[in-house]
Nanobody, 123 residues
Framework: VQLQASGGGFVQPGGSLRLSCAAS????????MGWFRQAPGQEREFVAR????????HYADSVKGRFTVSRDDTQSTAYLQMSSLKPEDTAVYYC?????????????????WGQGTLVTVSS
């Protein structure tokens, strides 16, 4: 199983980025897809999750209204559209397969993890 996260980069405050997570080696449509992030010196935190079959979406309060999580099962790819980015959004972003709707933020419930992509928001 491989989850390949991409799309990170450098962006100014207020800008936008779209992260992608391409999956292989798993029945993609059977898994919810989550995004987590880890800033330097901080613990990993939940960002967003989309359930199976474009199911329920969950967001951390810090990103609600600015980020949108989605998926394309035909491409085995999940996305995180990030807008109105702030310096505090700077982190390595990880995608993960699994989780559940009752506790989408619990990292231990995700089965597979990608390698992460760095997002830097700075002027």
């Amino acid at each position: 199983v491989q989850l390949q996260a991409s799309g990170g980069g450098f962006v100014q405050p207020g800008g936008s980025l779209r992260l992608s997570c391409a999956a292989s080696g798993l029945a993609f449509s059977d898994f919810g897809m989550g995004w987590f992030r880890q800033a330097p010196g901080q613990e990993r935190e939940f960002v967003a999750r989309v359930g199976r079959s474009r199911g329920v979406r969950h967001y951390a309060d810090s990103v609600k209204g600015r980020f949108t999580v989605s998926r394309d099962d035909t491409q085995s790819t999940a996305y995180l559209q990030m807008s109105s980015l702030k310096p505090e959004d700077t982190a390595v972003y990880y995608c993960a397969a699994g989780g559940d709707v009752w506790s989408p933020a619990q990292a231990r419930k995700y089965v597979y993890w990608g390698q992460g992509t760095l997002v830097t928001v700075s002027s």
